[in-house]
């Protein structure tokens, strides 16, 4: 939405204003706050409003990029009473220090904390503050700190003898800090040590409590990630299910499909609808499956699930049998799902009639007389959930439950019913920029009797309306209620109207000094008339962050006045220099002078740069030319303003990756610098590596003080590998250089480069049947179950085709299959040992079980692990899994993956990348045979009888519309006499040999490609 006139003239006149006093008025409000904080006799009081205080003086600090503002958040941060939360805040503010480049000031800022640590007594917190320091550490790639505290954490939990769950929440806090921080094999051990606990457990409320703290890791850890959201929750079910008799397994499950359904997309729900239902039917509360099934349907309809509208309502009548159950309360919340329900999914008129009628029963039951006028509003409020779930256009539901307000609600309750609906109206008229629906609301608005709700809708109404370019009917609102804020009765109340009210005044009004006495009033009504340490609490921590808020706006529109000052300036510059006179530009120099004072030095160093060099060359110009008039300065004379920047993309890396004798990986990055300026102190380092995996050899940070334009440093890392499997993603580096033109450090991620070492450092061992039987009964069963979208015979033949390819280091134990009454049964087992020195070789054996229906597109593979070496266990399973599911394309320039409808027992195929047409040499009668690829070529297509047959099923089953379809897969230039030929073919006036070969003549032979993918 554009800027209105006020604000526009609001930016134009800023800067004439002295702001510095409103910097400092806000400042002095902080500080009051502060001053109220440390007077508070409460200590968890005292310490939230402190520790507030900081946070807020950071983040202006860091919004504002203001170092002394940083620094007297770290002075603040020395009056927090509680230890805990004192040096959370204060890595908090090494951690901005870090970003800002303050190396020196973050590491000393953590050098004592870690001493001032080991004043928290508490197992949990002190680890949790430990692991806040120990990931600092890491990030400024101080290794050797950050393992010492590490290691200082796990001594600590393993000596501890107290609780058990105090001892669980450390481990797990050390296990989500490891996750994060994608340190896995580290990570694994953690969890199993957990897991061990858990399982010598005996009393059922260790076991409970134990259980529920992990699950609650698992939900906070899904919620964090980005890629693992489901493989946590997932993980998380699996957990609780070998639980069953856990009395609060309804609760887990609850927490856990709450989460599911908020973090998955529609494309996972719909997939596993079976398989969530199947949860859902698990559980036996009826209180929580009804909660559950409600969230379930919320998210269908959210997601636009395709799910049988029968099924729906058997499923909401379903929901009756629980309601009798249940107390009052719990009886209204349950009645008002289902209604929501059948609103959503059967009939919207039908949510209103039955609303009635639950009103009506509410008012006439006995059952209900405690607390009934918070069960009828409980009830006449559901209206705005169900209008913000179902988001119609009109208001028509909203202005219904006004209707139900007037006739229903309770006196003390009806006010604010009301003001929750109506607010929920402005908010909607303003979302369709419907005037008429605000004016309508506002009517409604001055029938509220009471004041402390009225001012809140009319409050909405009037930032709604100057949304929408309605500024003197807002103005009016504004007004009238900065007259009547001082009669709201309710001290918490007034003080909320209070920082509502400041707000609307300092940023849509433009009136700084008020809106921050009204802040002030607010302090002082908190003061004096707030009872109860909680309450004052709040009220504090609300007033600093609208104040703090206040202190942002103004910082950006200062920003942005400057920037529209130096944008006109520049402008005008611009004019001058094109009359191209020596009087033009002696004008332009004292422009671009003046336009030198609206940069933000810290910000557009970039814009000073090009603009101090614009000057000092128009200077020279003058000076050394004669004294003519026509100067003729052109344009083109001049590096553009681009041309002064060093982007990341100008610093340039290649990476590469090399195994090379039996254990050593050689990373090398080289960087080159093509910007047109020197970059210093070039950095590259080690950011994370798997050290469960690799162990490294060198320095894990190389530097060079500057490099110039067009020079390049190659920064070499060599590593040992641990492990008989290398993950595929082990290494993360990123190099860092100081922009010398922005001043200030400048960092760049680099693409994780492919590690894997597939099956390198496994050594084949041959063992008898009775050895591996006695391996698999020394080492604990992994086990791990998918489906391969290929017929049997295929994937049986593609395991093959790994086990006899030279880089397979498996030795083969047995191999056999049977073939009965239309199923498929083989089972492949292969032991190997590690590539270490004899006291080191692990022992690793592999069974794999391939099973399916003779004639389907669909295999079942189960892979058995017996594992002396368990950390490679994830690893193996990706490895093999990719072995095994994944057909790569057989031209060697290509390699592409192909698609699953492209593989297949006599069916032809083509590369959706390269085009290559193939055929694949399956043997039904000779399963044990590995399998080849035939490339064809287009002009021998004609002898092929598999592709013959194929192309003629092809053709036969198209229609127009295929042929459009198909058309669009060939190139421009070839499309239209493709288009021509295959409708004749798909008419019948030519044979598909006809097909070919005209289509070979005629140079479209990519249309043979484009039915095959079609």
């Not at 993309?649 to 290649?654: A, G, H, R, V, Y």
């Not at 290398?726 to 033109?741: G, L, Q, R």
């Not at 015979?793 to 280091?809: R, V």
Request: proline fraction near 3%.
């Amino acid at each position: 939405m554009e800027k209105s006139t006020s604000q526009r003239a609001f930016l134009q006149e800023f800067l004439k204003v002295e702001i510095k006093n409103d910097f400092t008025r806000i400042t002095a409000l902080l500080d009051d706050i502060l001053t109220l904080g440390l007077k508070m006799d409460d200590i968890a009081s005292k310490t939230d409003v402190v520790g507030n205080i900081v946070r807020l003086y950071a983040g202006l600090g860091e919004r504002t990029r203001n170092q002394a503002l940083i620094e007297k958040a770290l002075d603040i941060s020395t009056k927090i009473p509680y230890d805990f939360r004192r040096i959370r805040e204060q890595v908090n503010i090494a951690s901005l220090f870090r970003k800002r480049g303050k190396k020196v000031q973050a590491i000393n800022l953590l050098w004592r904390l870690q001493d001032e640590v080991k004043n928290i007594k508490n197992l949990e917190l002190n680890s949790v503050a430990n692991l806040a320091i120990a990931g600092e550490f890491y990030m400024l790639n101080e290794l050797d700190d950050y393992h010492m505290i590490m290691e200082r954490v796990l001594s600590a939990i393993e000596d501890y003898q107290g609780s058990i769950l105090l001892r669980i929440n450390a481990s797990l806090s050390v296990y989500g800090f490891l996750v994060e921080h994608n340190l896995t094999g580290e990570a694994f051990k953690i969890f199993n040590s957990i897991k061990d606990i858990l399982s010598a457990q005996s009393d059922a409320t260790n076991i409970g409590e134990i259980l529920r703290a992990i699950v609650a890791t698992f939900i906070s850890l899904s919620n964090k990630s980005s890629n693992s959201q489901v493989d946590f929750l997932l993980e998380a079910l699996d957990l609780a299910k070998e639980y069953p008799t856990f009395y609060e397994l309804d609760i887990i499950y609850r927490d856990i499909l709450k989460q599911l359904f908020i973090t998955k997309d529609r494309d996972w729900i719909e997939e596993n609808l079976e398989f969530l239902i199947n949860i859902i039917d698990q559980v036996d509360n009826d209180r929580i499956k009804l909660e559950i099934i409600y969230k379930f349907l919320l998210k269908a309809h959210d997601e636009k699930l395709d799910i049988d509208p029968e099924y729906l309502e058997q499923l909401i009548q379903s929901l009756e049998t629980m309601k009798e159950r249940l107390s009052p309360s719990r009886y209204i919340s349950f009645q008002l799902m289902k209604l929501q329900l059948i609103g959503i999914f059967v009939n919207q008129e039908k949510y209103f009639t039955e609303i009635e009628l639950l009103i009506s029963e509410v008012l006439k039951s006995s059952k209900f007389r405690r607390n009934l006028p918070e069960k009828v509003a409980t009830i006449l409020t559901n209206p705005v959930e169900f209008f913000t779930i179902t988001q119609p256009d009109s208001t028509e539901m909203l202005e219904r439950a006004l209707q139900l307000t007037k006739h229903y609600a309770l006196l003390e309750k009806k006010s604010e019913i009301l003001k929750k609906i109506l607010i929920t109206m402005a908010k909607h008229g303003l979302k369709m920029q419907d005037v008429e629906v605000l004016e309508k609301s506002l009517d409604y608005a001055k029938k509220i009797s009471n004041l402390d709700d009225r001012f809140f809708v009319l409050h909405e109404i009037a930032n709604a309306l100057h949304e929408l370019k309605r500024t003197l009917l807002s103005k009016d609102i504004l007004s009238g209620l900065l007259d009547e804020i001082g009669n709201i009765k309710a001290p918490k109340q007034r003080v909320k109207a209070k920082i509502a009210l400041a707000h609307t005044i300092a940023t849509r009004e433009h009136d700084i000094v008020k809106g921050l006495e009204l802040i002030r009033e607010g302090i002082q009504d908190t003061k004096l008339y707030i009872v109860g340490n909680a309450h004052k609490t709040v009220a504090l921590d609300e007033l600093a962050i609208e104040a703090s808020n206040i202190f942002g706006w103004i910082h950006e529109t200062e920003e942005a006045a400057r920037r529209q000052k130096y944008t006109t300036l520049i402008s005008e510059a611009k004019k001058q220099l094109d009359l191209e006179t020596r009087e033009g530009i002696i004008k332009a120099v004292s422009i671009y002078n003046e336009a030198l004072s609206f940069i933000d030095k810290n910000v557009d160093k970039y814009e000073q740069v090009w603009l101090e060099d614009r000057i000092e060359k128009l200077k020279r110009y003058l000076e050394t030319s004669d004294d003519a008039e026509e100067i003729g300065l052109k344009e083109d004379d001049w590096l553009k303003k681009e041309d002064y920047r060093i982007r990341k993309s100008d610093i340039t890396t290649k990476q590469s990756i090399e195994w090379r004798k039996k254990r050593e990986l050689e990373y090398i990055i080289k960087i080159i610098n093509n910007s047109r300026f020197q970059v210093n102190e070039l950095t590259c380092r080690m950011k994370k590596y798997a050290r469960d995996f690799l162990e490294m050899e060198n320095e894990d940070v190389q530097k060079k003080d500057v490099l110039n334009p067009g020079e390049s440093l190659s920064c070499e890392f060599l590593f040992i590998a641990r492990r008989d499997i290398v993950p595929n993603n082990a290494i993360e580096a990123e190099i860092n250089f100081y922009d010398p033109i922005k001043n200030r450090p400048v960092s760049k991620d680099l693409e994780t480069p492919a590690t894997n070492a597939k099956f390198r450092f496994f050594v084949p061992k041959k063992v008898s049947s009775g050895k591996f039987d006695k391996i698999k009964n020394k080492f604990e069963k992994k086990s791990h179950e998918f489906q391969v979208p290929y017929n049997v015979y295929l994937t049986w033949q593609k395991l093959n085709t790994l086990i006899k390819s030279p880089s397979f280091t498996f030795k083969v134990i047995q191999k056999e299959y049977n073939e009965i009454a239309n199923q498929f049964f083989g089972v492949t087992r292969f032991h190997a040992e590690s590539r270490w020195n004899r006291s080191r070789r692990h022992s690793t054996a592999i069974q794999v079980i391939i099973s399916g229906d003779i004639g389907e597109r669909e295999t079942n593979v189960k892979m058995e692990f017996f594992l002396q070496d368990p950390i490679i266990l994830y690893n193996l399973i990706n490895l093999l899994e990719e072995e095994i599911k994944v057909w790569k394309c057989p031209n060697p320039d290509c390699n592409a993956p192909l698609d699953k409808t492209q593989i297949g027992i006599d069916i032809p195929g083509t590369c959706k990348f390269c085009s290559t047409i193939f055929l694949l040499d399956v043997n039904t009668k000779k399963p044990d045979r590995p399998l080849s690829f035939e490339i064809l070529d287009t002009r021998d297509l004609e002898s092929k009888d598999q592709f013959m047959n194929y192309l003629k099923t092809r053709v036969k089953g198209m229609d127009d519309s295929t042929l459009d379809a198909t058309a669009l897969l060939v190139p421009e230039e070839m499309r239209e006499p493709a288009k021509q030929l295959l409708k004749r073919a798909i008419n019948g006036e030519i044979k598909p040999k006809e097909l070919v070969r005209e289509a070979i003549t005629n140079h479209v032979e990519k249309l043979l490609q484009a039915i095959l993918l079609q």
